[in-house]
């Protein structure tokens, strides 16, 4: 399975940004999804994360109400909508696959990582 994230870019703080991830093949249609990101010198953390039929999501305290994940099956792409940007959310984004069917925060219970889509935010 190949996962392919995309739309990072530079944004003002405020704004807003929406990064896809495309999935390979159907098999993750039955998986949870995250988003997970990284930035310098920092640990990977846990962003967001849906589960296999998009009705149970969970998130950070620190995107809560500013961040939103959906996804479409029938496409096999997920989806973070990114509002309210803040300098601290500026990393490079990464979705994974999850090896059951809801979210999950912790990396570990991911088996399957996209290339990682950089997003970063200007004060």
């Known amino acids: 399975v190949q996962l392919q994230a995309s739309g990072g870019g530079l944004v003002q703080a405020g704004g807003s940004l929406r990064l896809s991830c495309q999935a390979s093949r159907r098999t993750v249609s039955n998986n949870a999804m995250g988003w997970f990101r990284q930035a310098p010198g920092e640990e990977r953390e846990f962003v967001a994360a849906i589960s296999w039929r998009g009705s149970s999501t969970q998130y950070a305290d620190a995107v809560k109400g500013r961040f939103t994940i959906f996804r479409n099956i029938a496409k096999n792409t997920v989806t973070l909508q990114m509002n309210s940007l803040k300098p601290e959310d500026a990393a490079v984004y990464y979705c994974?696959?999850?090896?059951?069917?809801?979210?999950?925060?912790?990396?570990?219970?991911?088996?399957?990582w996209g290339q990682g889509t950089l997003v970063t935010v200007s004060s």
């Open positions: 994974a696959a999850a090896r059951g069917s809801y979210g999950s925060s912790d990396y570990k219970d991911y088996t399957y």
